[in-house]
T-cell receptor, first 113, second 112 residues
């Protein structure tokens, strides 16, 4: 069956450390993968998109990797801050004209001061 | 631009009543998506439009749900009759290319 999975347990880290979140998928052929941030009571906000032929993408303190052999994407936040505390969602887009995104359930991140 | 605008933000209704959720997408975006989010199932795509035309409605749970997009700046999601299991947060989202997606604040629907 097709699945997209993120760490179900909340991640607690100390301010200044690097947070690493995981997104694994099975039985999909993704054209790209996206990461979003969601704060309580708000809609998801786009952070980064990485295509299937890209290994790594960076934006300021954020880094995303994409390994189509392992069927996994890693999302890193370096020098984490309490303001980074939120739920992070990965979303997979398949090849073709279909614009349907398949979403993980999200991982809750808490950065402690 | 003010972003994707949804109304109402909160809706409490009795079982059996009709519920209408409204959405104004970002100007210039040609894709519009309706999602439902619950703790158990996460974000589920209900339906999406391209240039006001419904493209994929395979996520619409059943005939009680319907969505329309009469023009590029307005869409509705209607539930009739509503049931307690419809309680969730409903998001409208829009996109220019169909990939990077901008979400509204959501409508929290409670059916009692």
């Amino acid at each position: 069956s097709q699945k997209i999975e993120q760490n179900s347990e909340a991640l607690n880290i100390q301010e200044g450390k690097t947070a690493t979140l995981t997104c694994n998928y099975t039985n999909y052929s993704p054209a790209y993968l996206q990461w979003y941030r969601q704060d309580p009571g708000r809609g998801p906000v786009f952070l980064l998109l990485i295509r299937e032929n890209e290994k790594e993408k960076r934006k300021e303190r954020l880094k995303v990797t994409f390994d189509t052999t392992l069927k996994q994407s890693l999302f890193h936040i370096t020098a984490s801050q309490p303001a980074d505390s939120a739920t992070y969602l990965c979303a997979l887009g398949e090849a073709g004209n279909n614009r349907k995104l398949i979403w993980g359930l999200g991982t809750s991140l808490a950065v402690n001061p | 631009d003010a972003g994707v605008i949804q109304s109402p933000r909160h809706e409490v209704t009795e079982m059996g009543q009709e519920v209408t959720l409204r959405c104004k997408p970002i100007s210039g975006h040609d894709y519009l998506f309706w999602y439902r989010q619950t703790m158990m199932r996460g974000l589920e795509l209900l339906i999406y439009f391209n240039n006001n035309v419904p493209i994929d409605d395979s996520g619409m749970p059943e005939d009680r749900f319907s969505a329309k997009m009469p023009n590029a700046s307005f869409s509705t999601l209607k539930i009739q009759p509503s049931e307690p299991r419809d309680s969730a947060v409903y998001f409208c989202a829009s996109s220019f290319t169909g990939t990077v997606t901008f979400f509204g604040q959501g409508t929290r629907l409670t059916v009692v």
